[in-house]
């Protein structure tokens, strides 16, 4: 038996759209935040789901994510292997969180490990992009590598590279809000633009070329300066009502930046003092929630990305 976690994540970190993202666990470590895929032996192929939000799956077999990534690895190693899914969904779809990488990964991830690694780590993860590309109608790699490698990655998709790690600020928390309605990643694209104005791309660049500085200099206050979005947040902010009155409440408290995790719903803002991100947790619980659905989580980067928990 094979058992497979794989972490959810916060794709675009606010700075950079479709080519940064980061893996997030609960600091208090007694819960997942993210999906597990089980595999046993079996003489068929076989699907079973279960989990918070097995409701939420497609009713049909053959549009569940995890059977399309069988299919798919199955081809790619050009051999039909039968065995026996569980996919535990924790995590909402739709959510911002990475939902479907989760399921992609530990899918992937455990298929690889069952058949004794056909796959190298790179060709994996580029047949996770694809998958993912299914799901939100563009291939992105900014929540299924940061959910397979772990840390904060940055997709450079050239030469055959397509993530590197980026050093982390280990102070900081990460609150991730989720208020419990779904936002369709398909739909928060539609809202982009397919071009943009010379200055939006100019600012676009220093503030992300000055991101990766600060993170590689080690400069938190800068990196934190420097977290700007010219690509999405104008666009997508009328998805999120009150938007800009919420980042201002949360930096009220003395968070140093809130954002939009992913397409969203959830929202995540960073904290380097554990009583601030308490305070900024509640406001969050107060005034973000929709409905029982959501939840808020204190978090740090998970370093460790998807993890064979059983083999
Ligand atoms: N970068 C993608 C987007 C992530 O914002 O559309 C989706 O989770």
Redesign the pocket.
Known sequence: MIKVYAPA?I??VKVG???L?TAISPIDQTTYLGDCITIKKSDTFELYSSGRFVDDLPQVREQNIVFQCWQHFCKKIDDTIPMALTLEKNMPIRS???S??CSIVAALVAMNAYCSYPLDNNSLLRLMGEMEGRI?G?I?F??VAPCFLGGMQLILDANEIISQSLPIFDKWLWIIAYPGIAIS?VE??KL?PDWYNRKDCINHSRYIAGFIHACHSKQSHLAIKLMKDTI?EPY?KKLIPHLFQIYNAVIKIGALICG?????PTLFAICDKSDIAINVAQWFKDYYLYNDTGFIKICRIDIKGAQILKE
Do not use: Q
């Not at 939009?260 to 969203?264: F, H, L, P, V």
């Open positions: 994540s794709a675009n759209f479709d080519i993202g911002g969180l990475g479907s990488a939100s563009e992105h900014d929540n990643t928060a694209r982009l999405a997508r939009i995790s992913g397409s969203g």
